[in-house]
């Protein structure tokens, strides 16, 4: 997949849970080397649009494209909030990881040659043989990303995979994140509802709100009149001397 291809576009999308529609009228589109965060208030419809993605939710109407080389998903790697491995289960990080090749066609060999791969790039290295359970909670997390990137695919999907990391620990993780989109060319999205995150990291936003969703670059969506329109409360942005954006959501009756 060459760089600025389109990864996937959505046209007129609905989804919808029985007759309760969660999003409509969606039309965006992602392109590969691209850190697209989807950001919105819980229950907006982001992790909706991510079943879809990952063909779980099929769509009302509308059209949902994946390039061809994700049409299988063999080559999308999903993050999940949390891993609902049973503790009990004695289980080294090396078992862990290759739970990502389920479904695929890899041999002996090739599991092999992605497990060092995908260890490598998290900062792993040596570590296969630990007990997954042993391990740091910021180890674990990035064997977590090990487990997706152990299919080597061109779209790394994440699910609010921040939650519950400490300030440090996220830090470390988000930073490996964004070597990986800049190093690897890694087409990442990203679904959270934390601003200062996205403000940070995100080359690209989809803001879900209202059952819609509002695709653009970081510095055209990280505007007062945006956020506003979803959070519904005073908004404060600003840009420092390099470029960063900065996001800060005033509490209601708070500073304007």
Known sequence: MECNDAVLKATG???????????????????????????????????????????????????????????????????????????????????????GLVGTRASRKEETGRLEWALARVGLEGMAGRDYWSVSGGQRQRALVARALVRQPSLLILDEPTNGLDLSTEDTFLRLLADLNR??????????????????????????????????????????????????????????????VGVRVCPAGGDQ
Request: charged share 20%; hydrophobic share 45%.
């Open 13 to 99: 999308l609905v989804l919808a849970y029985g007759r309760r529609i969660i999003l409509e009228d969606v039309n965006l589109e992602v392109r590969s080397g691209q850190f697209c965060f989807f950001l919105g208030p819980n229950g907006s419809g982001k992790t909706t649009l991510l079943r879809a993605i990952l063909g779980v939710l099929r769509p009302r109407s509308g059209a949902l494209w994946l390039h061809p080389d994700l049409a299988r998903l063999e080559r999308i790697g999903f993050v999940p909030q949390r891993c609902d491995l049973n503790p009990a289960l004695p289980t080294t990080v090396r078992e862990f990881v290759l739970l």
């Open 183 to 244: 190093k690897e060319h890694l087409t990442l999205l990203f679904v959270t509802h934390y601003l200062a995150i996205a403000a940070r990291y995100a080359t690209h936003l989809a803001i879900f709100h209202s059952g819609r969703v509002e695709v653009g670059p970081r510095q055209e969506m990280l505007t007062r009149d945006a956020l506003e329109r979803v959070y519904g409360v005073g908004v404060e942005v600003s840009t420092d001397p390099s470029g960063l």
